[in-house]
């Protein structure tokens, strides 16, 4: 806590239990008698400095460590998702610090087949694992360190990558993205993904800063513009200028729109009201899609009310 309130990360004024504000708790504490006894019998009894601990970032930077959890968002996880990056394997992070992955989805909907397709070979070096539906509102947001101890005994395993909307033991390692939301059965976007999807993944581990996004279908990258963390698909049909907003609305069309005859596909996010943009987006736009194949953001026709 004292590390926290240097960084300015703290806020002192909020009541604790005693009564008293938190920072003046802490006043106490730095330099209270019983801090000062409990510091001393650990060096003397164990041989252990507090401070080789519990560090602050000056004294880790030092010693060669890193931070340890980053919050990737991107148009898979809008409110965001969580990541050990120090559990990273170092030698799959660049020189810069950041971690690098681009490949094809691989979707599961449970831990069992996911698990299946490891044993029987139907994961490999590149791809990008999901498993969704396993967050709250599906099995109560189950723990998948099944799969992350399986890949770690692979021999590229630190090639793959795993996405969920479920949560990981705390011993898990390597690039497992957890805790994505909204969740698959909240209508997030991660639900709308399928077996081949593109999939673009980077976490700087020294700004802990991440993003995670879907890029194209296949080997067909969609064109990025200059959106920060905007993917676009070009369409040739738009005959109304777009603001920034509606950019990135589109942005998320290949995710949250998904062919009407597909099962699960349709408006449901915008009957939920998921997202705000959306529902907003559904009382001014018509969007024009194609079978089988889906044009994200083809707009057609000028604003109504209705």
């Not at 006043?27 to 001393?40: C, G, I, L, T, Y």
Request: aromatic share 6%; hydrophobic share 35%; net charge positive.
């Amino acid at each position: 806590m004292l590390h926290l309130r240097r960084l300015g990360v703290l806020e002192e004024k909020a009541l604790t239990v005693s009564g008293e504000t938190l920072g003046t708790v802490l006043d106490w504490w730095e330099s209270s008698e019983r801090r000062a006894r409990m510091r001393s019998l650990l060096l003397e009894k164990d041989g252990i400095d507090p401070d080789d601990v519990i560090m602050n970032p000056e004294r880790a930077r030092e010693r060669g460590l890193t931070s340890t959890v980053a919050f990737p968002t991107g148009n898979i996880a809008p409110e965001g998702s969580v990541v050990k990056a120090t559990a990273i394997d170092p030698s799959v992070v660049g020189e810069d610090g950041v971690y690098r992955h681009r490949g094809q989805a691989k979707v599961f909907t449970t831990e069992k087949a996911a698990i299946a397709a490891i044993k029987n070979g139907g994961i490999r070096a590149g791809d990008i694992m999901v498993l969704i539906g396993r967050g709250p509102s599906g099995t109560g947001m189950e723990e998948t360190y099944q799969l992350t101890s399986a890949l770690k005994h692979l021999p590229f395993g630190k090639y793959v990558s795993l996405i969920t909307d479920a949560r990981f033991s705390g011993v898990s390692t390597g690039a497992c993205f957890g805790h994505v939301g909204p969740e698959a059965l909240a209508d997030g976007p991660i639900g709308r993904l399928r077996d081949g999807d593109l999939i673009d993944i980077v976490v700087d581990r020294n700004r802990l800063e991440g993003s995670l996004h879907f890029v194209g279908r296949g080997t067909r990258c969609l064109r990025r513009k200059k959106v920060p963390g905007c993917w676009l698909r070009v369409s040739p049909i738009r005959t109304w200028p777009l603001t920034p907003v509606f950019r990135r609305i589109r942005a998320y069309g290949p995710l949250c729109r998904r062919s009407a005859e597909e099962p699960g596909g349709g408006p449901s996010m915008i009957r939920t009201g998921s997202w705000p943009c959306w529902k907003r987006a559904s009382a001014l736009w018509s969007f024009r899609w194609t079978k089988p194949r889906l044009k994200a953001g083809c707009l057609r026709g000028k604003p109504s009310m209705e």
